[in-house]
């Protein structure tokens, strides 16, 4: 990806597109540095990689008045761990994605009269920071069962996990429409044997959630999402993001 000006960021939250509300959105991920010197050092520094920690903050224009507004969001998420990502041009499938479990730590709202109601918050890391790719985008409604495009992501290493986020953001339809999302593997991109990896909870309503594999190797290099859908005239809209860390 070559140098660029960001002007099509997005952030997704637990059941809500928080990008047409954002002007800011920043990304940080550190280990602690632990100081590991002794008199064997040769007269340098020594340090040890400690505790990780990732952190997103993000700013924008306030909004409230039903779930997917910020206002709403933000104060239904306070407090509480849930599935983030950001992509830093676009959310076309294949896109890059930096996604996060996490908890919203704080939210503030106002300022000087005469200005546009602002908004910040941040999000405090509780799994890794993740690198990887949009498997869904958020603007194609799905109303039957289905299956996304292959993303060729590499092999698991053992000790590295998949992990992924499902952003579902909106719900429509009569006779409790449901949906539940799977990720799936292959070793090629035709997905003639998939193995399903994992597996989120059937959905019913906007939220989020975040999964990812328990540390043994994968050696099939293609992932992809598959969904079904129950209830009548359903009709959903999510956002899932798949990464290896």
Not at 62 to 77: L, Q
Not at 155 to 162: I, M, N, S, T, Y
Not at 188 to 193: I, L, Q, S
Request: one cysteine or more; hydrophobic letters at 40%; glycine letters at 12%.
């Amino acid at each position: 990806m070559p140098k660029f000006v960001l002007l099509d960021a997005r952030l997704f939250a637990p059941g809500a597109d928080l990008s047409g509300a954002s002007n800011k959105i920043e990304l940080t991920s550190e280990i602690e540095d632990k100081d590991s010197t002794n008199y064997r050092s040769g007269g340098w520094k020594e340090v040890l990689g400690g505790l990780g920690s990732a952190e997103i903050s993000a700013e924008g224009q306030w909004e409230a008045g039903d779930p997917s507004k910020v206002d709403n969001s933000s104060w239904a998420n306070l407090g509480g761990v849930g599935p983030y990502t950001v992509c830093p041009t676009d959310s076309v499938v294949g896109a890059l994605a930096y996604l996060v479990q996490g908890m919203r730590a704080d939210y503030k709202v106002g300022d000087a009269v005469g200005e546009i109601a602002p908004w910040s918050g941040t999000v405090k890391s509780s799994w890794p920071l993740v690198r990887g790719q949009i498997a869904h985008p958020p603007g194609l409604a799905r109303t039957a069962a289905g299956s996304g495009t292959a993303l060729q992501l590499g092999a698991v290493p053992a000790g590295k996990r998949l992990y992924a986020a499902l952003h579902v953001l909106s719900v429509a339809g009569t006779a409790a429409p449901s949906i539940t999302v799977t990720v799936e593997s292959d070793d090629a991109p035709g997905f003639t044997t998939p193995v399903t990896r994992g597996s989120f909870a059937a959905a019913t309503a906007p939220g989020g959630q975040a999964l990812r594999t328990d540390g043994l190797a994968i050696t099939d290099t293609y992932y992809r999402i598959a969904w079904t859908v129950t209830g009548t005239t359903p009709s959903f809209m999510f956002a899932v993001s798949l990464g290896i860390r």
